[in-house]
């Protein structure tokens, strides 16, 4: 019988990168010890690894797959889709890729295996939930959020149970209650899955674009701070709150980053 004093705790990491656009989180993804391989759902996502050594496969919606629709209210509204729009897959076909690398042990050669990022991803899920109800290019609503959410949350308790290293980007949203004028931040996710995801991650990690005139720096905060995002948590120890992951030489990018500081933690 396994005993938990026996266990290596950083035997398998799962890091959920999260920050505003431009704070790095991408880049991180090139210093990751060992072989890597990214599943790319945001469009900007190869602009920031191109060149480094990291197999990918690119999901983004085709042009024909885009809804440029915008929705009538007003009753008798017309219809402005047009008649040839064609059905978004992009989710259903890679969750169905996913499901074949996954029973290929295609996975099995890597170290770690990225997502960038989480909002995208759930955009694509939001296109599919919606084209399936017959309202896609329409408003959202509160069932959808739901199902998005619950499709998520099944999905990443799937993923992260994989026997490699996980790596996620993902998005903040910033909002202020108009009675309380209390600020809040939290994670770009639906429904439960902005609850039950992180529950999933070893590490969840704000990251922070701290460039001055002078140089480009990044920094990732590994604890909560007394306002801010909350679910901010380190499975490493000897953390400082706040981490310097500035890549100072591209060329060596193991030797910097969030991959030196998973190396220090080995």
């Known amino acids: 019988m396994p005993n938990a004093k026996d266990a290596n705790a950083n035997a398998y990491l799962n890091i959920l990168l999260v920050g505003p656009t ?3 989180k991408t880049t991180q993804i090139r210093t990751l010890p060992g072989k890597k391989f990214a599943y790319l759902f945001d469009p900007n996502a190869l602009a920031s690894l191109r060149g480094a050594d990291i197999d990918y496969e690119e999901w983004l919606p085709d042009s024909l797959e885009l809804d440029t629709t915008i929705k009538g209210f007003n009753k008798g509204a017309k219809s402005d889709r047009p008649p040839s729009a064609k059905e978004p897959r992009i989710y259903v076909d890679w969750v169905t890729d996913l499901a074949a690398k996954a029973q290929e042990q ?19 899920c939001f296109d599919r939930q919606m084209y399936l109800n017959n309202r896609f290019g329409g408003v959202e609503e509160l ?5 998005v959410g619950s499709k998520l949350s099944d999905l990443f ?6 026997q490699t290293n996980i790596f996620c980007t993902g998005h903040l949203q910033t909002f202020q209650d ?13 429904g439960q899955a902005r609850s039950v995801i992180p529950l999933m991650f070893s590490d969840i990690w704000l990251a922070k674009n701290s460039s001055t005139e002078e140089a480009l720096k990044y920094q990732i905060q590994t604890r909560p701070a007394a306002r801010g995002l909350d679910t901010i948590r380190s499975s490493m120890s000897g953390l400082e709150m706040f981490e310097d992951v500035t890549i100072e030489d591209i060329s060596k990018p193991e030797t910097y980053g969030i991959g030196n500081i998973v190396k220090r933690n080995q």
């Open 157 to 162: 308790r799937s993923i992260t149970s994989e």
């Open 143 to 147: 069932a959808d959020y739901r199902v």
């Open 22 to 24: 431009g704070s790095g």
């Open 106 to 124: 295609f996975f099995k050669p890597y170290d770690w295996v990225c997502f960038d990022s989480l909002t995208f991803l759930q955009k694509a």
């Open 178 to 190: 108009e009675k309380t004028k209390i600020i809040t931040t939290q994670l770009n996710l639906s």
